[in-house]
């Protein structure tokens, strides 16, 4: 596709349920990044994944959380147990090489955990 | 480690006027800076980019923004505001050898006719 493409757009859950997150990062990008944006808030860090180097899961709130890339291309951001402070807008992007490279962002998929 | 101070959540202004969105960073190593923006209802895109070179950095929209190591800040410049300006406006930041973009809080522009 022409973009970063996350789905779903919109997920609601309840409480304690696991919930997957995907994106479909742009072709040929090698850098793919996590973050969230709740509501009043700037965007959070949770995980950045570059080539086939170990993913930087520094910023992931829980063990809760976790993610992979599969193949160097789709990701998908897991989260168990779910939470009603995990209610955010999950945003995902990808750039061709890294830090110095511009970030293109999906949509994000708007998570409510009720 | 590195962060991003944006000084004002909010900044409302009428049309045509000029505006200034103050960033500031924090980090012991070189840096590259960005401003993005992010519309109602949309992605987040970027506006304009500082990775070396000229401290001066214009981008689209018309607008430009000036990186001053001395006083590292960041700030995002436009002479003359439109309606459709309005949005959310984040600085970021990361280190040269850094793995994260770290941004700020974000700062609300409303341009008003």
């Known amino acids: 596709g022409a973009g970063v493409s996350q789905s779903p757009s919109n997920k609601v859950t309840e409480k304690g349920k696991d919930v997957e997150l995907r994106c479909d990062p742009i072709s040929g990008h090698t850098a793919l990044y996590w973050y969230r944006q709740s509501l009043g808030q700037g965007l959070e860090f949770l995980i950045y994944?570059?080539?086939?180097?170990?993913?930087?899961k520094s910023g992931l709130p829980s063990d809760r959380f976790s993610a992979e890339r599969t193949g160097g291309s789709v990701s998908t951001l897991t989260i168990q147990r779910t939470q009603q402070e995990d209610s955010a807008v999950y945003l995902c992007?990808?750039?061709?090489?890294?830090?110095?490279?511009?970030?293109?962002f999906g949509q994000g998929t708007r998570l409510t955990v009720v | 480690a590195q962060s991003v101070t944006q000084l004002d959540s909010q900044v409302p202004v009428f049309e045509e006027a000029p505006v200034e969105l103050r960033c500031n960073y924090s980090?012991?190593?070189?840096?590259?800076l960005f401003w993005y923006v992010q519309y109602p209802n949309q992605g987040l895109q970027l506006l304009l980019k500082?990775?070396?070179?000229?401290?001066l950095v214009k981008g689209i929209n018309g607008f430009e923004a000036e990186f001053n190591k001395s006083q590292t800040s960041f700030h995002l410049r436009k002479p003359s505001v439109h309606i459709s300006d309005t949005a959310e406006y984040f600085c970021?930041?990361?280190?040269?050898?850094?793995?994260?973009?770290?941004f700020g809080e974000g700062t609300q522009l409303t341009v008003n006719p």
């Open positions: 980090s012991s190593v070189s840096v590259y």
């Open positions: 994944f570059q080539g086939n180097s170990a993913p930087d």
């Open positions: 992007a990808s750039s061709l090489q890294g830090m110095n490279t511009e970030a293109f």
């Open positions: 970021a930041v990361s280190e040269a050898s850094g793995s994260r973009l770290t």
């Open positions: 500082y990775l070396s070179g000229s401290t």
